[in-house]
């Protein structure tokens, strides 16, 4: 029986807390913590020699693909502390102008086909907007909360009964990242 096994080095201005399936990453930007809810405990994380170990007790296909998981989570979690994460969206319409309002955790869409309601977008904890122009940016340090946020804000101004090819207004992901200083 093989074991699978990834192995992630820990960056310098880096520290990782392992405590069973709860990863704790700190950085120069912030902190992030998840828990790996793991179905079966065939899965290890571990803390060795400034590396984090990822251990696959049995070599089945759906292990090696949560070994692999696991691993790309806690790269990422690593990514975004050091760096962190962005999402750009373009404002684009042709027949009514598109207004966007911030207003404390919910971006307010108005105008949108010309309706008179505003549709609203839910901004989830830890991420950052900017509106300039026609273009929102969404910064953060958890690349699922920037993309979430991101998402909400594209599906909010879905468009439905309507031909797609000729009503091409709404808000749409044009760029997505790692943050550039």
Not at 44 to 57: A, D, P, R, W
Not at 117 to 128: D, E, H, T, Y
Not at 134 to 142: A, E, N, R, S, W
Not at 153 to 175: L, N
Request: hydrophobic content about 35%; aromatic content about 8%; charged content about 35%.
């Amino acid at each position: 029986m093989t074991k699978i096994e990834r192995t992630i080095k820990i960056p310098e201005n880096v520290e990782i807390e392992v405590s069973g399936y709860r990863v704790k990453v700190k950085g120069p930007k912030g902190e992030i913590e998840r828990e790996f809810k793991i179905w079966k405990k065939n899965v290890k994380i571990e803390k060795k020699n400034g590396e984090i170990v990822i251990l696959g007790t049995d070599s089945r296909r759906k292990t090696k693909a949560m070994v692999g998981t696991v691993a790309a989570h806690i790269k990422n979690m690593i990514k975004g502390v050091t760096k962190g994460f962005v999402y750009k969206l373009k404002i684009v319409y042709s027949h009514f102008p598109i207004k966007v309002e911030l207003k404390e955790n919910k971006l307010y869409i108005r105008n949108f086909l010309g309706e008179n309601s505003p549709r609203v977008a839910q901004i989830l904890p830890g991420v950052k907007v900017e509106i300039k122009g026609q273009d929102i940016i969404l910064k953060g340090i958890d690349i699922e909360a920037v993309g979430n946020t991101a998402n909400n804000i594209e599906q909010a101004c879905r468009i439905v009964g309507y031909d797609r090819r000729r009503f091409i207004d709404g808000i749409y992901i044009y760029y997505r990242g790692i943050e550039e200083e």
